[in-house]
């Protein structure tokens, strides 16, 4: 199998998973995971927002417009399920509770689609209203307290939601809140820590990161700092990210499925959503520096999840990717996530015409 048909034949396995993750909830929303015990489980809005950018992105390299039809009856739900106040929940669907990081993530999606469609009213206002709420909860000292997954902790991931504003602003053009956004960064900035790790970059408060996490900060970081041009922050997360390719060859070329504020490894599996995010972000530091050592990470991190991926077997699995390798490891074991499936199309998506992708 030549690279080019092997990338042909991994994108489009992925992305019929992500139609059928969609499929069986009829349409309400990307499934959460499949299981295969329990089966596929509820619609997960904040997920399915962030998948659209990704199935836009494949209606061109796919040369596929049903993808950006998908994608715009995914916004068009999510709009549908927005609370009166502009929050969107966290969870799974049927959840009542607003979710600060889930409305965030959300935002990626409905930017995507006023980006294609300007004159989309019903997706403007959602989006409109969703800033609106979102900086109504921001505090004064730029974090957001209120409406976390885990109550009373802010976590460093957060910077992933500072990006989603920024990302909806490049539609609502508002001075405002690209200031508030930069003092919301300058908060999460504060945890750079003297050996590159980020304080609180995990789920619960002093507890190891799983990569999932760790991408979403460093890439947080990273992006806003690009907008806001803050040059400051732009060589920490940078920094940051050097950091976990020396602590990768420490390891002799393998990644940790979580990491905790020393670097301490937990090498008995292997995070896939994370190492499929490392690969995008990776691949931004090539873009942005033209370091070989960034164009061999990016091919790295997704070498080592490949062969997670089946492409025959259950239909329910083929193209899926799950949580964990192995399938039992400690991030989401025996689930299929849509999320790692998402990250994956996207690390796989500057590879395309790339021959000798899989030597790199």
């Not at 993750?21 to 509820?42: C, D, M, Y």
């Not at 669907?93 to 889930?102: A, R």
Request: net charge positive.
């Amino acid at each position: 199998m030549d690279s080019n048909n092997e990338w042909e034949l991994r994108t489009r396995a992925a992305i019929q998973w992500l139609r059928k993750s969609i499929a069986v909830t009829g349409g309400q929303g990307s499934s959460h995971s499949w299981h295969p015990l329990w089966g596929w489980s509820k619609p997960y809005p904040e997920t399915t927002g962030y998948i659209i950018p990704t199935l836009f992105d494949y209606a061109t390299l796919h040369q596929d417009a049903s993808l950006k039809h998908l994608a715009i009856d995914c916004a068009h739900w999510l709009c549908s399920i927005q609370m009166p106040n502009g929050a969107f929940t966290g969870l799974l669907l049927g959840n009542t509770q607003p979710s600060i990081f889930n409305s965030t993530q959300i935002l990626f999606g409905l930017t995507r689609v006023l980006q294609h469609d300007p004159g989309n009213k019903p997706v403007h206002q959602a989006l409109q209203k969703c800033v609106w709420w979102l900086l109504s909860m921001l505090e004064t000292d730029g974090s957001w307290k209120r409406h976390a997954f885990v109550p009373g902790f802010t976590p460093s991931y957060y910077t992933r939601a500072v990006l989603g504003l920024l990302i909806a602003n490049e539609v609502l053009q508002d001075a405002a809140i690209r200031s508030r956004m930069h003092h919301a960064l300058n908060f999460y900035a504060l945890r750079f820590q003297r050996n590159h790790a980020i304080l609180d970059w995990g789920f619960k408060p002093g507890k190891a990161a799983f990569t999932h996490t760790i991408a979403y900060t460093v890439e947080g970081f990273l992006q806003c700092s690009l907008i806001l041009k803050d040059d400051v922050i732009r060589q920490k997360s940078i920094a940051a990210a050097d950091q976990l390719l020396l602590e990768r060859e420490k390891a002799g070329g393998r990644t940790a499925g979580r990491y905790d504020a020393n670097w301490k490894g937990d090498y008995a599996f292997t995070c896939v959503a994370g190492n499929a995010q490392l690969s995008v972000l990776y691949q931004r530091l090539f873009e942005l520096t033209g370091e070989k050592k960034y164009r061999i990470a990016r091919a790295t991190f997704l070498q080592e999840i490949l062969k997670s991926q089946k492409l025959s077997g259950n239909l329910n699995r083929v193209g899926g990717l799950p949580g964990s390798m192995p399938i039992w490891g400690a991030y989401l074991p025996f689930r299929y996530p849509n999320w790692a499936a998402k990250f994956f199309l996207d690390a796989m998506a500057p590879f395309q015409n790339d021959e000798h992708w899989l030597k790199q």
